[in-house]
T-cell receptor, first 112, second 113 residues
Framework: DAKTTQPNSMESNEEEPVHLPCNHS???????IHWYRQLPSQGPEYVIH???SNVNNRMASLAIAEDRKSSTLILHRATLRDAAVYYC?????????????FGKGTKLSVKP | KAGVTQTPRYLIKTRGQQVTLSCSPI?????VSWYQQTPGQGLQFLFE???????NKGNFPGRFSGRQFSNSRSEMNVSTLELGDSALYLC????????????FGPGTRLLVL
């Protein structure tokens, strides 16, 4: 499975946008980009995923570079509840089912 | 729909004992995956079950085992506990295809003394 690289930590102010980067230079043409986050004392939760085009949902937006070697998770207005570890994960239709390969993720702190 | 539930939420055992953890998936989900989370190693995949069959397995010793029942509920068992088995054990359920979103439970925190 292709590897992702994320900053260890980031800080944001409440109600400001947050851009969380992820590098995946060895991504293959069929790899999807998934983002999960883990709030303190909880299991991970799905945030968003995409293949080539930018994606939006009620939680966040995912911007994917044209060459797909990087992507950015965008939280439009950070709240205190968004403080969590964010994981960028690649998965392929040909990969093994039920097996998400988590890296270290980015710990996002949100200041009031 | 009710979310993924795990029992017990907390557990304290001593070295050498065995432990069984339980996971009830979201209704209709047939895949259950188990993960171990430790501060040092992060989240690591243990195994995945689909329709009562183990479909994938991570790189853990044979002391870690699991099973899935016909109602998709799953259990994992760790025998001969070691101090290093202290961790948060998470299960996740999904419909079962590779790209399906996984829904995680709150985890069982196991402390081995």
């Amino acid at each position: 499975d292709a590897k992702t690289t994320q900053p260890n930590s980031m800080e944001s102010n409440e109600e400001e946008p947050v851009h969380l980067p992820c590098n995946h230079s060895t991504i293959s043409g069929t790899d999807y980009i998934h983002w999960y986050r883990q709030l303190p004392s909880q299991g991970p939760e799905y945030v968003i995923h995409g293949l080539t085009s930018n994606v939006n949902n009620r939680m966040a937006s995912l911007a994917i570079a044209e060459d797909r070697k990087s992507s950015t998770l965008i939280l439009h207005r950070a709240t205190l509840r968004d403080a969590a570890v964010y994981y960028c994960i690649l998965s392929s239709p040909g990969g093994s089912q039920g097996n998400l390969i988590f890296g270290k993720g980015t710990k996002l702190s949100v200041k009031p | 729909k009710a979310g993924v539930t795990q029992t017990p939420r907390y557990l304290i055992k001593t070295r050498g004992q065995q432990v069984t953890l339980s996971c009830s998936p979201i209704s209709g989900h047939r895949s259950v995956s188990w993960y171990q989370q430790t501060p040092g190693q992060g989240l690591q995949f243990l195994f995945e079950y689909f329709s009562e069959t183990q479909r994938n397995k991570g790189n853990f010793p044979g002391r870690f085992s699991g099973r899935q029942f016909s109602n998709s509920r799953s259990e994992m068992n760790v025998s001969t506990l070691e101090l290093g088995d202290s961790a948060l054990y998470l299960c996740a359920s999904s419909l079962g295809a590779v790209l399906e979103t996984q829904y995680f439970g709150p985890g069982t925190r196991l402390l081995v003394l």
